[in-house]
């Protein structure tokens, strides 16, 4: 079985189509979406509606959950018909999409136990990075019931196994000067491979994974 995985994509339109593009070529059985559909870039509309219409399965990233309360702030304290100040305003079927999504899904394929979730599955703001101490993985590979964690966040791809828990990170679909990886993948089932996917070189590279030991 073959799951196409995006996150963060910022409201980047070309990049995610890049990514769909991938996944459509490789036949891919799934895709589902680790959050952060909207800001930092200017086309969070097309990109939800484009998610929403495609029934693609996403979860609340800390952006989508600050969006009503930062496009409030926008409308309050700028001028709204200032052309940089528009190009951030999302539509309101744009925020009630992104109010409905979940903060963690799980499903069971192949025999495995998927757990979806931006930033840990505690929190859409705690960063699973690679660097952090392996009690720190060991702690949620315990609590989380799964066999695989996708994540998403950091903007870093990443594939890492603790006591036999896969932590998978796709890095960020969108691309900018911000951090991002500009990267998709494709995880791979029962095998639990990974591949990732530069969407700036249309390059794509096996994600070995690391293992982290007591």
């Given amino acids: 079985m073959k799951i196409g995985l995006i996150s963060d994509v910022h409201g980047n339109f070309?990049?995610?189509?890049?990514?769909?593009?991938?996944?459509?070529?490789?036949?891919?059985?799934?895709?589902?979406?680790?959050?952060?559909?909207?800001?930092?870039?200017?086309?969070?509309?097309?990109?939800v509606a484009l998610i929403h219409r495609l029934n693609i399965p996403c979860v609340l990233g800390n952006h989508d959950?600050?969006?009503?309360?930062?496009?409030?702030?926008?409308?309050?304290?700028?001028?709204?018909t200032h052309p940089n100040v528009q190009k951030q305003i999302l539509k309101p079927e744009t925020l009630d999409i992104i109010e409905q999504f979940p903060r963690k899904l799980r499903y069971d394929w192949e025999g495995l136990r998927v757990l979806l979730c931006h930033g840990s599955p505690s929190s859409n703001v705690e960063y699973l990075m690679p660097n952090k101490n392996i009690t720190y993985f060991a702690e949620h590979a315990r609590k989380a019931r799964a066999d695989i964690i996708l994540c998403g966040h950091t903007h870093r791809p990443m594939h890492?196994?603790?006591?036999?828990?896969?932590?998978?990170?796709?890095?960020?679909?969108?691309?900018?000067?911000?951090?991002?990886?500009?990267?998709?993948?494709?995880?791979?089932?029962?095998?639990?491979?990974?591949?990732?996917?530069?969407?700036?070189?249309?390059?794509?590279e096996n994600l070995a994974p690391q293992s982290l030991q007591n």
């Fill in 65 to 80: 959950e600050m969006a009503p309360g930062n496009q409030q702030w926008l409308k309050d304290n700028m001028d709204i």
């Fill in 160 to 204: 890492l196994i603790v006591d036999d828990v896969h932590f998978i990170n796709p890095g960020a679909t969108c691309e900018g000067e911000f951090i991002s990886s500009n990267t998709c993948a494709i995880l791979t089932l029962p095998q639990k491979t990974v591949t990732l996917y530069h969407l700036d070189t249309d390059k794509s």
């Fill in 14 to 47: 070309n990049s995610l189509l890049k990514a769909l593009r991938i996944f459509k070529a490789v036949c891919v059985q799934k895709i589902v979406c680790a959050g952060d559909l909207v800001e930092k870039g200017d086309q969070g509309d097309e990109v």
